[in-house]
């Protein structure tokens, strides 16, 4: 367990944004003899450090630096959960647990759906459209 130690964030070009009611930053974590540090883990330690809760913090687009040891990306800390769910995009809202995700059908079954229905317009939509006979 000695080469799973804590690892240490450090947040730099730190922004407070009251017009989208958050403050922003890029988050530098140091880890080393580990591989990476998971988003959860990031939050924890940045609502430890800036005495928030931890359902009220973003982070996304982080990359290890080559040869490991270091990550960087970029964190929100929002002053409420409501501006969180009105300014984030849904996906993130959907990474952190936020929100759930919309189930639709795949891209090509959407496409193939639409191309059907091209078929159909303007005829009773009860066997499907005939194909056009040739003269």
């Known amino acids: 367990m000695a080469d799973r130690e804590k690892p240490v964030v ?5 922004i407070t944004n009251p017009l989208l ?4 930053f890029v988050v530098d974590v140091l880890h080393p ?9 990031i939050r924890t330690l940045l609502g430890e450090t800036y ?4 359902d009220t913090i973003s ?3 982080f990359r290890t630096q080559y040869g490991g040891g270091k990550s ?3 964190g929100l800390i929002y002053e409420s959960v409501e501006a969180l769910k009105k300014f984030e995009p849904h996906y ?3 990474r952190i647990g936020v929100a759930s995700k919309i189930e639709k059908a795949s891209r090509q079954q959407r496409k193939q759906r639409k191309n059907r229905a091209k078929t159909l317009r303007g005829t009773a939509k009860v066997k499907g459209a005939q194909k056009k006979k040739e003269k």
């Open 10 to 14: 450090r947040t730099r070009k730190f």
């Open 21 to 24: 009611g958050r403050k922003q």
């Open 59 to 61: 982070v996304f687009g």
């Open 51 to 54: 005495k928030c809760g931890k």
């Open 92 to 94: 993130r809202l959907v």
């Open 33 to 41: 003899n580990r591989a990476n540090v998971s988003k959860d883990e």
């Open 72 to 74: 960087t990306g970029f």
